[in-house]
T-cell receptor, first 108, second 112 residues
Framework: RKEVEQDPGPFNVPEGATVAFNCTYS??????FFWYRQDCRKEPKLLMSVYSSGNEDGRFTAQLNRASQYISLLIRDSKLSDSATYLCVVNRYNDMRFGAGTRLTVKP | SAVISQKPSRDICQRGTSLTIQCQVDSQVTMMFWYRQQPGQSLTLIAT?????????ESGFVIDKFPISRPNLTFSTLTVSNMSPEDSSIYLC?????????FGQGTRLTVV
């Protein structure tokens, strides 16, 4: 079993749609959690950290459920520029583990 | 934040040869990380490089194949040795800040 598992995707949605990505992790001792965005042929960049209390950044909302070892990312009012691969990342003592990524394509 | 300069950005190499990838960070960092990202896959950690000691390799990766140098706190190299087409991948270096990881731009390697 992979340490971090994500929805395989791809997700193809129209502009303005709401889309949700899910992620589960296997190591209950994991300490911190993130969503990274990776554009085609580019390096990953931090989108947002994920906290148990949930956090929101504009159109993006991230949730963490430690009991279920589950992480989610919700994107509201999708834009064309949201098209990318979204990586779920779990960190324990500077050991970062990446999910395989979920590819999102937002179409006009 | 940290800015990482990684080079080369891409290369096409003959099988059996070796390629050395360099990463320069704009600040001193204790640990640098080397990842591989195969087409359509996520990042897989190859090894962690600490200055002044031997790199720590993940399962499935060995020093003879992926020797790493870490001569100081701002620089590291990864060599892909005796390459085969299976080594075709993107290689990324990374450092960790207080709240996030930063990546080099990646090296896209094609072995023919």
């Amino acid at each position: 079993r992979k340490e971090v598992e994500q929805d395989p995707g791809p997700f193809n949605v129209p502009e303005g749609a709401t889309v949700a990505f899910n992620c589960t992790y296997s190591n209950s001792a994991s300490q911190s959690f993130f969503w990274y965005r990776q554009d085609c042929r580019k390096e990953p960049k931090l989108l947002m950290s994920v906290y148990s209390s949930g956090n929101e950044d504009g159109r993006f909302t991230a949730q963490l459920n430690r009991a279920s070892q589950y992480i989610s990312l919700l994107i509201r009012d999708s834009k064309l520029s949201d098209s990318a691969t979204y990586l779920c990342v779990v960190n324990r003592y500077n050991d970062m583990r990446f999910g395989a990524g979920t590819r999102l394509t937002v179409k006009p | 934040s940290a800015v990482i300069s990684q080079k080369p950005s891409r290369d096409i190499c003959q099988r059996g040869t070796s390629l050395t990838i360099q990463c320069q960070v704009d600040s001193q960092v204790t640990m640098m990380f080397w990842y591989r990202q195969q087409p359509g896959q996520s990042l897989t950690l190859i090894a962690t490089a600490n200055q002044g000691s031997e790199a720590t390799y993940e399962s499935g990766f060995v020093i003879d194949k992926f020797p790493i140098s870490r001569p100081n706190l701002t620089f590291s190299t990864l060599t892909v040795s005796n390459m085969s087409p299976e080594d075709s991948s993107i290689y990324l270096c990374s450092v960790q800040g207080e709240t996030e990881a930063f990546f080099g731009q990646g090296t896209r390697l094609t072995v023919v």
